[in-house]
């Protein structure tokens, strides 16, 4: 590694040539924001009562996040050391990927996907390998499959899949990990998976106990609209666990936190109803889109993918002069979280006329 010099003080190059973290764009008061897949509804009440009666923060909260991990662990049918807690699903995959990786080894992951994930293991000094995702959007796990080497230590599969919605079925997961070296950490993001109503997407959680290299990540953040308050958990053999423990920030999660997702899981027959609207607006929308003359993936996020390609500046810009603030990836395509019912409803209205001005052999018209 050779020095780079930034005011004088030498940091890692590599640290140093990395992009800030781009925060979905804010939308002014008369704007919806759709660019960071928050969930719409306002916090339940119980849940605001929950976070104002934690006041002792006087006190570190308890290191473990012990009562909500016991909660995880019966709820799932988990030993307790096999649920880890964190503040956010991003910490504990930082922490993972430390866990595993360093300077010298890959992580491979499909992409596009999750804009956090090249970032998160240029820190760790390893290797991204990244395999481009299929003409319809998913994971090629046949490729990535290939593309591991004796360097590979980790393999990150998102489903669904952010950005572009789609899923990993059951039988393409199960078939990648007969051929993943059982020495070798797959993590499944499974961030979206409240949203899933497809009954072929892969389910961690009942995956776990036929693959001991296998952590699963989920998060309150997005069904359980607790993303201003970042926790987040894995589900995994506790060796593993362990480790990415050992690399983690102490004391992260606080017990702000902790009382929420605790509240949200007494309150979860009210969240997953929520939940249910939103899915069911993302389908009514995709369904809308698709007879506009749209081909977008088939989405089972809380969002959806635009396809526009060199288009996508001007289509996101057309989106904000209406109000809609959306999540930009030129030059590849726009993500649009489900958000409000207002908000749809303009996508819906003027989605027609921007798909009608793409050419018939646009990739926006055409799926792949
Ligand atoms: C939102 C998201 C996460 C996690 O978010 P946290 O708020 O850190 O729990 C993880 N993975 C993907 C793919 C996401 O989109």
Redesign the pocket.
């Known amino acids: 590694m050779s020095p780079t010099d930034t005011s004088g003080v030498r940091l890692r190059p590599e640290i140093v040539a990395l992009p800030a973290y781009k925060q979905g764009k804010a939308a002014d008061a008369d704007a919806f924001k759709l660019s ?2 928050e969930n719409p509804f306002d916090p339940l009440p119980g849940v605001i009562a929950a976070v104002q009666a934690e006041t002792a923060f006087n006190r570190y909260p308890d290191a473990s996040a012990r009562a909500l991990r016991e909660r995880l662990a019966a709820k799932f049918g988990r030993p307790l050391d096999e649920v880890h807690v ?8 930082a922490q993972l990927i430390l866990a595993a990786a360093g300077p010298g080894d890959e992580v491979l992951y499909s992409w596009r ?2 804009e ?1 994930y090249p970032s998160l293991v240029t820190v760790s000094g390893a290797t991204s390998v990244r395999v481009p995702g299929r003409a319809d959007y998913g994971h090629d796990l046949p490729e990535m499959a290939a593309a591991l080497t004796d360097k590979t230590r980790v393999v990150i599969v ?1 489903s ?4 572009t919605g789609t899923i990993v079925t059951t039988e393409e997961f199960t078939s990648f990990m007969a051929v993943v070296p059982s020495d070798l950490l797959v993590i499944l ?1 499974e ?2 998976i409240e949203f899933v109503t497809d009954p072929e997407a892969v389910n961690g959680l009942t995956l776990l106990d036929s693959y001991p290299n296998l952590v699963v ?6 069904a359980y609209g ?2 201003g308050l ?3 958990y894995a589900l995994g053999a506790s060796a593993i666990l362990d480790a990415a423990r050992a690399t983690a920030i102490p004391l992260s999660v606080t017990g702000q936190a902790s009382a929420a997702a605790l509240a949200s899981l007494d309150a979860e027959p009210e969240l997953l109803a929520r939940v249910r609207v939103l899915a069911h607006r993302r389908d009514a929308a995709w369904r809308a889109l698709t007879e506009q003359g749209w081909a977008i993936p088939r989405p089972q ?1 809380n969002f959806l993918w635009l396809p526009t390609a060199a288009e996508t500046a001007a289509v996101a810009e057309t989106l904000a002069d209406a109000g809609l603030v959306v999540r930009a990836f030129a030059p590849e395509g726009i993500r649009v979280s489900i958000g409000e019912e207002d908000a749809i409803a303009t996508l819906l209205l003027i989605g027609a006329d921007i798909v009608q001005d793409l050419p018939s052999t646009h990739p926006a018209r055409q799926l792949g």
């Open positions: 960071s897949n964190g503040s956010g699903s991003v910490a504990l995959l996907s999750f956090a998102c669904p899949n952010n950005p993001d961030a979206y990540l989920r998060t309150f953040s997005k607790l993303a970042r926790v987040g996020g």
